[in-house]
């Protein structure tokens, strides 16, 4: 009957209530253009696949590299890790929701004091039992010698009157899945970053290019101008002005090389392989940069896995209050022991058996502030969670905003870029015609050709920020979209057309 009681109070829980900590959600993101208005607020999702979703990029050399990342990083190996350490913890908490039995066995042999305290003696009252404790000093029937040998099964069990144990396991429960959560993040990271990084190294790749062909350019010039001074066409300034630009457009080239090995260092250690036994191929910028469907959801934010992880946490902190709370109540558990115990070997006799059953209860009474510390770190701890829930949150917002509004501007300025270009490239193709012609001086093609260069290599940098824009907007979305075919995938293409140079 002493169990029914705890049983049904059983059903007590101290934790509050728990809802995600709100956020302003908004109707549609403002940089999001004509699409924008169509995204919807929407339910959290961070438990659908991502998937590969660097191939909407298409290039085949970024989808092998990626799919190193999962087998050979380190970091993302140092993150499963953690995770399966998470889970072990959360199997340990949800075990107290149960029984735990223990068999435990002992053989024992004891050597006593002959004049250990409280000794006692069954002896008959004759003088000859008196004569023999005067003699020795010790009553013969408690020996000094004995065996004590025991096999019992033995089993605890709190009564989860106040909800200590469910809020325990509620919370390592939500930071085994905050854990799961982090996991997916340090994955979806480390995806990024080569991505990011491969992308940048095919720009700087299309940068070497242009520069080869510039240094060959003005090779042809520096020629050209060399003839003209030495036939006294040209003059004599001509020549050292040429060289200069020359020789200042090879230091150029050499500067993108050593940043184009760094690069090529990077995606080495993120796939798990020294950068002394890895190379990368030289390619120009040729990856594709997924168009955004006009329909995407606001719930593909919420499948973001940073944003997952804090809101876990959070659940965490509040479980955790209830347990803070349960403390200033008595705590109850069953204890169970049976077996047999024998000063020999005969432990499967039953005349040997030996029980014991009852209920433990431990009350607090003083603790000098040690409970209500425990519970106002634990209130403290939730509002911690609940503010970087929402900083997270907002930075996620800001994070998609900004991704959208680079990709609007910097569409616009590579049209206007790639029409300077056209037009410096003219320039120079008349300025060097007027000075073959001798109707003009080098100063005229050396500013042509530093304008032409330098509008060409903006170019290409706002052709590759464009892309890492892409790759940024599809992390900032929770890891991307998902597409029927990629073949049916609306992708426009962003590619490098090489210019020509006219030296002659």
């Known amino acids: 009957m002493f169990l029914v009681v705890p049983l049904l109070l059983s059903g007590c829980n101290f934790a509050p209530s728990y809802t995600p900590p709100p956020v302003e959600v908004p109707v549609k993101y403002k940089e999001g253009g004509k699409g924008g208005g169509s995204w919807q607020e929407a339910r959290p999702r961070d438990d659908l696949p991502r998937g590969p979703w660097w191939r909407a990029l298409g290039d085949h050399l970024l989808d092998a590299l990626e799919e190193q990342v999962d087998a050979a990083n380190p970091n993302l190996a140092a993150a499963v890790a953690s995770f399966a350490q998470a889970r072990a913890y959360s199997a340990k908490a949800t075990s107290a929701l149960m029984p735990h039995v223990d068999l435990n066995n002992s053989l024992t042999a004891n050597k006593e004091s002959q004049h250990r305290p409280f000794r006692k003696s069954n002896r008959a009252f004759t003088p000859q039992g008196y004569f023999n404790e005067l003699t020795d000093n010790r009553p013969l029937n408690e020996p000094d010698h004995y065996g004590n040998n025991l096999l019992t099964l033995q089993s605890s069990y709190e009564v989860d009157l106040w909800g200590r144990v469910r809020n325990a396991v509620d919370a390592s429960v939500a930071n085994s899945e905050s854990a799961a959560a982090e996991l997916e993040s340090v994955r979806l990271s480390l995806q990024a970053e080569l991505a990011r990084d491969y992308v940048a190294l095919r720009g700087l790749d299309s940068e070497i290019k242009l520069l080869e062909d510039t240094v060959r350019a003005y090779t042809q010039a ?49 796939i798990g392989k020294p950068a002394s036994s890895f190379t990368i191929p030289p390619a120009s910028l040729s990856v594709f940069a997924p168009k955004i469907p006009p329909g995407v959801p606001l719930d593909l934010l919420e499948r973001r896995p940073d944003i997952a992880a804090v809101e876990r ?65 634990a209130d403290a701890a939730y509002l911690e969670m609940a503010a970087r829930y929402r900083a997270t949150v907002l930075l996620a917002y800001q994070e998609v905003e900004d991704s959208l509004s680079n990709l609007h501007w910097l569409a616009g300025e590579q049209r206007s870029l790639d029409s300077a270009s056209n037009a410096a490239q003219k320039v120079l193709d008349i300025s060097l015609t007027l000075y073959r012609d001798g109707a003009t001086n080098y100063l005229d093609v050396v500013i042509a050709q530093t304008t032409l260069l330098e509008a060409q290599r903006a170019a290409l940098e706002v052709r590759t920020r464009r892309l890492e824009a892409n790759v940024a907007l599809i992390v900032a979305l929770g890891g991307g979209w998902s597409v029927a075919s990629p073949a049916l995938a609306e992708r426009a293409v962003v590619q490098v057309n090489e210019p020509a140079h006219d030296g002659n």
């Open 313 to 377: 946490q959070v659940a965490a902190a509040n479980a955790e209050i209830g347990v803070a709370k349960a403390a200033f109540f008595p705590r109850v558990t069953i204890n169970l022991m049976g077996g047999t115990q024998d000063t020999g070997l005969s432990l499967f006799n039953f005349r040997n058996s030996i029980w014991t059953l009852g209920p433990a209860i431990t009350l607090p009474i003083f603790d000098a502030g040690l409970r209500a510390a425990d519970l106002a770190r």
């Open 222 to 270: 520096f020629v050209l101008a060399k003839t003209l001074v030495n036939g006294k066409i040209g003059a004599p300034a001509d020549e050292p002005r040429a060289q200069a630009q020359l020789e200042y457009t090879r230091a150029q080239l050499l500067d993108i090389k050593s940043r184009r090995a760094l690069l090529e260092h990077a995606i080495a250690s993120l």
